[in-house]
């Protein structure tokens, strides 16, 4: 069987190359890893140890020649949120210059440029994305959609949860996929009532099936042109319009809150445990453990910011230590290190308290034991490397359904 041709951009560690290869139908056949704030690329290093150089990037994909990229069937990404915003220039001859150093506009020049664009897109961002920025909600994301409509392609959306459909951690993210208008997916899309694609029918519905909804859908069109857009998509109003799915078919917005629908079998915190193997650097001294108490419970409490003001804080209690029959909370790229944090996980074992290990981080995104284990790779750099990552079997889902889709 032929497989079907990847271009994997901001690739991290691997998360969308293990997540399409595990299904068998794919094969990545470019790629490109680049981190502008470090010397030392230390992502491109795990993902050049596991995958081989052969055809993988490790330059700043802006500098990129479109030409040194091979042709593929589908791009696939996780790019990171930034300000989308687009500014008019005489400079440049197609009229639009989105902001240098937004990597979105990196996607967007390649498919742009390239002869032969990729047919089929997996883009995976931050649910933020959607409601952002808080000056014009849903702006950035009116402007993607906007801009994959001027090169011919259709959306569709979902905001998954990787927990709620039995996946080991509580991850929330926007997945896009664009089916461009010469592909069999677009044409039956067309021919599809949207609200059955959405609830139904489509990439989404297929791979993460939702709950029967009497939720009301809403409509509404994005004609504007990218300034426009940029300049008064939504302006004054205090919500996004888009839900947490949704399509986008030449100009017309259909979106509706959707709710998971999964009764298979769970993966907790729990089942991930490394239990026995655990070195004592992970374990919580008894006399530090009250600063992690601290830090984990609820506070109100007076403090006084830099320029003498005092204000009141507090904050809710989190459950200390986490539950080990619960999928886990999201890991953030701060997991790593052993100073006492919030946001770190912290799990109870008959040793006493302690953090998580690499490999215990790497289950909860469903990569294999050790993936990020090279030398020079400190165990603070593999957590942030699960920090910045996705979950694999949410990549692998959306993968099959695609393949399926496409015959």
């Not at 979106?255 to 026995?276: C, E």
Request: net charge neutral.
């Amino acid at each position: 069987m032929k497989k079907i041709k990847v271009i994997e951009l901001f690739a991290g560690v691997g998360g969308f190359r293990l997540g399409l290869e595990q299904t068998g139908a794919y094969e990545v056949v470019w790629s490109n890893q680049w981190e502008p704030s470090t010397k030392l690329q230390h992502a491109s290093k795990v993902y050049e140890a596991r995958f081989g150089s052969e055809n993988h990037s490790n330059e700043d994909i802006a500098e990129v020649s479109v030409t040194a990229i091979p042709d593929a069937d589908v791009l696939v990404g996780g790019f990171p949120c930034q300000d989308y915003s687009v500014a008019t220039t005489l400079q440049n001859s197609k009229g639009l210059l989105g902001k240098k150093g937004v990597l979105w506009w990196s996607i967007h020049r390649i498919l742009s440029e390239k002869k032969n664009p990729p047919k089929y897109l997996i883009l995976e961002n931050v649910d933020r994305l959607l409601k952002s920025p808080s000056s014009q909600r849903g702006r950035d994301f009116a402007i993607i959609l906007k801009s994959l409509d001027d090169l011919g392609y259709a959306v569709e959306w979902r905001v998954i949860n990787a927990a709620e459909y039995g996946m080991p951690q509580r991850r929330r993210r926007v997945f896009i996929t664009g089916y461009h208008k010469s592909t069999p997916i677009y044409k039956k899309l067309l021919q599809t009532d949207a609200i059955g694609w959405i609830r139904e029918s489509g990439i989404y519905a297929t791979a993460f099936p939702i709950m029967t909804s009497t939720e009301k859908e809403s409509t509404f069109v994005i004609k504007d042109n990218l300034v426009a857009l940029s300049e008064y998509f939504n302006l004054g109003e205090k919500l996004s319009p888009f839900q947490n799915s949704g399509v986008f078919v030449d100009g017309d917005v259909v979106t509706v809150k959707t709710k998971p629908n999964f009764d298979g079998p769970r993966t907790v915190l729990g089942d991930i445990l490394q239990n026995g193997e655990v070195s004592d650097t992970f374990f919580i001294p008894p006399e530090d453990e009250h600063k992690w108490h601290y830090l984990k419970g609820a506070k109100k409490e007076v403090r006084t910011a830099k320029n003498g003001y005092e204000y009141n804080y507090s904050e809710g209690g989190m459950i200390f230590p986490d539950a080990l029959d619960n999928a886990s909370r999201t890991i953030i790229t701060g997991e790593g290190g052993k100073s006492p944090s919030r946001f770190k996980h912290v799990v109870s074992t008959k040793k006493g308290l302690r953090r998580l290990t690499p490999v215990e981080l790497e289950r909860l995104n469903m990569f294999p034991d050790d993936h990020t284990r090279l030398e020079g790779i400190s165990d603070a750099k593999r957590a942030f490397f699960m920090g910045n990552a996705l979950v694999v079997g949410v990549v692998r889902k959306i993968g099959e359904a695609l393949a399926a889709e496409m015959g």
